[in-house]
């Protein structure tokens, strides 16, 4: 009984110091060792401890021996590996464009895929998913008369090889292979049904001004030698060009089979897809136009009904290019007398009001290499030239091919915009002889032998420059050009212009591609009066495109001259007769190449 007694005794004693040692480390939130006494029950020697041991007792609240790294608030765990399919009817070339991020593969089963690249409809856009656009153009040799067609008239074509109105070419239409089935998805036929197609090697397809086939390319291919054919009204190169409503723009994003929680791919892909192949950031319009003589009939009739009277029907389109060129031949001065309309003669002077025309049709690039700018001298023994470049710059207007000096008049005038870097240069060939700069005078830049405008063109393209070259040749008042024009306006082509125009010609002339470069031997007149000589009458306004460091289209607007002084664009009867006539003369010297 004795025994039983200090048994419990000594069970009670240990619970009560297990209780402190636990109440202990439960405050100090970590392990210590803690001495404690070892109970022996020995009724020979009673409760007196005999011998201790070392125990270990951990509070429940103990953190580990080795703390956890401390984990940023913005820590986005390693993404499990995933994978992509790209649908076969995209454009291939983009897909070569694309780097996957380290944890994504390509995969071909469209079943199993978590993420998949595909042509979107506009309706189920998702502004969060990575996405990009792909322009296509149709296209026909430059010297096609046709401007548009219909997607109603393209489709049966594309695929029936149907072509009932006749605006369609007599040739299947070229298609690259990578561009095969994206074309074909966008003009909405099937693949069994393409007999107006014809499917070439990537690479092949070149343009030929005057060739038979037309193509559909993607719109960065563009080059000069094909002529743009709108869609339903619609063309890539409109200032305004709403891909959206364009037939041939494919909308293609990067999709998620599994909901991302409101969010979209593109945050998990950022910069994923190339810009779009029309990246209005890269592109350029350039408006160029003929011969401006603001005098006789011309000015008159600015006095009678308004300065800028001249420019009413045709404001909207010298406005919209990025740059407006005007080949201005007369200068001004503020002693001119009032223009007489039955002034025959050829010495002219132009009222300074008559330079709110220019700024109202929004000019930023003068030209001068008119051989009428020193006639306020023959006339009143005065240089006006200085006064003329004030004028310019106090509009905000730059000019090129003349100044106050032979080595100013021969200066290229350099223009970046949009990444694209032009340089403007050109020179007068004809005279008179007073016409030309000299060393201390006035004057447009004179062509002498072509040897130093040749060697400057060589230098800005060597620059990075596209040359444009205009000259002021003698007149012709025929549409083929003379054998020594021809020589000239080559030989500047070889040397490295992109473009090459004659802005003396009263008369619209044939036009022809020499090793790439748009050769126009006459635009014909913008601004004056020519009424005895019809052929005066109707006149190009060309607008040139550049894109990405390149001259890519050119544009011809067609204009007729009505009242002495106001061109008006062509009627579409007009401008087929117009256009018919003068390709027929262009054809034709292509044929001598």
Known sequence: MQKSKLVLINIIICSLCLAILLSACQRNGQTELIEVPA?????????????TKSTEVTSLNTPPAHPSPVIPPDFTPPAPKSEVTYD??????IKAMLELPENVSWTTDSFNTDYYITAIDLKNRNALDAATQWTYVLVAPFFTVTDEITLRELSPFLSHF???????????????????????KLAGIEKTSTKGIKKVANGSIKPDPSGDYWAIIPFEQLSPEWKVIAIDGVSPLDHKFNPDKYAFTMHIALMSVIELAGE????????????????????????????????RDTAFIMETEGVLFPGTEIRDL???????????????????KF??????????????EYIKLLDDLKADIIELTGNHNNDVYALYK????????????????????????????????????????????????????MAWASEDGSGAAPCEDFGWIKDEIKRLRAEGYLPIVTFQSQEYYIREPHSSEVRDYLDVAGAGAVIVNGSQSHV????????????????????????????????????????????????????TIEETGKPRPMTLDERQDFLAVIFWHSEHLGRRQ
């Open 162 to 184: 149907t072509n009932k109105n006749g605006d369609l070419p007599d040739e299947r239409i070229l298609i690259q292979d990578d561009d095969f089935d994206a074309v074909r």
């Open 39 to 51: 109970i022996t029950a020995d009724p020979q020697q009673g409760s007196t401890p005999q011998n």
């Open 88 to 93: 076969q009817y995209l454009p291939q070339n």
């Open 508 to 559: 619209a002339r044939a036009i022809e591609f020499y090793d790439k470069s748009f050769v126009h031997y006459g635009l014909g007149n913008l601004f004056f009066d020519q009424p005895d000589y019809y052929i005066t009458y109707n006149s190009f306004i060309q607008e040139h495109f550049f894109f990405a460091g390149q001259h890519i289209s050119t544009r011809l607007h067609t204009i």
């Open 339 to 352: 223009p007489d309309p039955d002034y025959e003669g050829f010495i002219f002077c132009s009222n300074p």
């Open 318 to 336: 010298m406005r919209a290019a990025d740059l407006t060129h005007i080949s201005n031949e007369v200068s001004f001065y503020e002693g001119c």
């Open 382 to 433: 005065v240089d006006s030239v200085p006064f003329t470049l004030d004028l310019y710059r106090e509009y905000g207007m730059q000019w090129y091919a003349g100044g106050v000096n032979i080595a100013e008049s021969k200066k290229p005038l350099l223009i970046e915009h949009n990444g694209n870097r032009l340089a403007f240069v050109g020179c007068n060939s004809y005279g008179p002889e």
């Open 264 to 295: 979209g791919t593109a945050r998990l892909f950022p910069d994923f897809f190339p810009v779009p192949n029309r990246n209005p950031d890269q592109l350029t319009s350039l408006i160029m136009t003929g011969v401006t003589a603001m005098a």
